[in-house]
């Protein structure tokens, strides 16, 4: 499985309103573009594919930007990744289908589709909420340290 840069932007910017989420505004594309340092022209499409999954909300004006459809402790890393990209889990290619497709249907179920249902079962567990309180974690561990 690999995430597009689509799918890494998507869930960073989310983490981004989510840790706003309790304050009732509207985030701007451009307020997080500067707070994460990607281009504001990469985040615009994110936001549409999150727009049409049914995540954030937008209102356009001067009070404008977007707000999450709903609380983060509801929104999983699997509904964001699943919302702006291709499809996440691609059928492997066929191995020895030909001369022995016992071992490619084995191979398929025993190890493929057993990484994809474990990849996608870790997605669904893994909130937005679990995302901020590791945010916060990392801000703690990684903060700066004074010495008198």
Known sequence: MRISAKGRYALAAMINIA?????????????????????KIYLA???SLLKRGGLVTSVKGTQGGYLLT?????????????SVGLPLFEHADKTVSQNAHEIDASIRTLVFDTLDSTVKA???KTTLDDLVE????????HGLMFFI
């Open 134 to 141: 590791e945010v916060e974690k990392q801000k703690n561990e």
């Open 70 to 82: 709903r609380a983060p402790k509801h929104i999983t890393a699997y509904d964001i990744l699943s």
């Open 45 to 47: 499409p994110v936001f």
């Open 19 to 39: 840790q706003n989420y309790n304050n009732g505004r509207y985030i701007t594309v451009i307020s997080i573009s500067e707070k994460l340092g990607i281009s």
């Open 122 to 124: 870790s997605l669904e």
